[in-house]
């Protein structure tokens, strides 16, 4: 039988990780993966969610088989975080615990496969590495919609121009802030037009949502998640609690789903779960609960908060850091195209062979397409990264 196996393709990300852990160089540095480190490198574990942590194992009795929407806290949590307090959209949607993202986009692309066998789903051109594979698995047809210009602004004119084509049984896919891998978001009118898109023209909209908090604070990074729900009548969102909560390893997220009302969501849950069932049951309870535990306590709630601002201050320092060692080195160009991204990652206005260069020469690891974890770049590495960007701009 497994002599039959074709080479399979490598996932693109992981391989550049290997090759860097055989790179010998001491200076080596990676930014390939989008992973929060401190600046001596590690990715360190919340206070609040140590916290939960040693609260939950203090009063755990049991590692019983749990619900097959997962831990119902958290979904309640998820909900209320996700789209407010006290009603509104909240109150026509429901939320199944998931394993992470990954997931829930995997879970809600199955719930449109079944109502929609076929469908069409449109994603942003440069996506997420891994939305065209997820779709495509769950058996969606994917189209692509502009979403930076060539200077890596937000292509507004693009994007509408393209979604102007989406049909009533079509669903858009978009990532709700800190757009990977541009690091690119839209205007807040930009968000207006398209929630007025969708509205006029029916089509559904799918909401990924992996780095709320991370961008310009968690309100504000929630805003077109919400304007949108507030606008269309259904919608999808699938939540990763990996970067926001730090709980990459726990698999920890969930997928939402907004109807026209209560009633419209009536068969909702179960398909999900069924879903579920055939992909991996059931999922782990472990980070979920965790969330719960912190949300659910004002005082391990503001923590959260205070060190998830903490986190996006640093990466934003570390942003403003690079785009000014790059201006000092006479390269505003780029400096600005820098500056004015947000998120976890940037996107280095280089070429394919520039990053490579860059990996060669600087011992800087960054994707092929030129995006680098700005999240995980120590202070003391900012100058030396913006020092191996100007030297393969400048060869
Ligand atoms: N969506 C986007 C845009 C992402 O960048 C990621 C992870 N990098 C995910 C979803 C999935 O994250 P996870 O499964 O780790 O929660």
Not at 90 to 104: E, L, M, N, Y
């Amino acid at each position: 039988m497994l002599e039959l196996l074709l080479p399979p393709p490598v996932d693109p990300l992981w391989d550049l990780t290997e090759a860097y852990g055989a790179d010998a160089r001491p200076e080596r540095l990676n930014l390939v993966l989008g992973v929060y480190r401190d600046d001596t490198g590690t990715t360190p574990v919340m206070a609040a969610v140590r916290e939960a942590e040693l609260r939950l194992a203090e009063r755990s009795a049991s590692k019983e088989y749990r619900g097959l929407s997962g831990n119902t806290a958290f979904n309640r949590a998820m909900l209320a975080m996700v789209l407010g307090e006290g009603g509104g959209a909240a109150d026509r949607a429901v939320a199944v615990q998931t394993v992470a993202g990954s997931g829930a986009l995997r879970l809600l692309a199955d719930l449109v496969c079944r109502t929609r066998p076929g469908a069409t789903v449109w994603i942003s051109d440069p996506a997420y590495v891994n939305h065209r594979p997820i779709l495509e698995a769950a058996g969606l047809a994917v189209r692509t919609y502009r979403w930076v210009d060539a200077e890596g602004r937000s292509d507004t004119a693009g994007l509408l121009q393209d979604l102007a084509q989406a049909q009533r049984d079509d669903v858009v896919l978009l990532q709700g802030c800190c757009h990977n891998p541009t690091g690119v978001d839209p205007s807040a009118r930009a968000w207006e037009e398209l929630a007025g898109l969708a509205a006029r023209n029916g089509w559904v909209p799918f909401v990924d949502l992996a780095y709320h908090g991370l961008g310009d604070g968690l309100e504000t990074d929630l805003a077109a998640t919400r304007l949108l729900a507030d606008r269309v009548p259904e919608m999808l969102v699938a939540v990763s609690c990996s970067k926001n909560f730090g709980l990459y390893s726990d698999r920890t997220g969930c997928a939402i789903v907004l109807g026209a009302s209560r009633a419209s969501l009536r068969h909702v849950e179960t398909a999900l779960q069924n879903a579920a069932r055939t992909l991996y049951s059931m999922p782990p309870e472990h980070g979920a609960a965790v969330v719960a535990a912190v949300l659910e306590d004002d005082g391990l709630r503001a923590l959260w908060r205070a060190e998830l601002d903490g986190m996006r201050a640093r990466i934003e320092a570390n942003r403003t850091g690079l785009a000014e060692q790059l201006a000092g080195l006479g390269r505003p160009a780029e400096a600005a195209v820098l500056a004015r991204q947000k998120g976890m990652f940037s996107m280095l206005p280089l070429t394919a062979p520039q990053m490579l260069r860059l990996r060669s020469r600087y011992a800087v690891y960054g994707t092929t397409a030129g995006r680098i974890n700005i999240a995980g770049l120590p202070a003391d590495r900012i100058a030396c990264v913006a020092r191996g960007v100007a030297g393969v701009l400048g060869e």
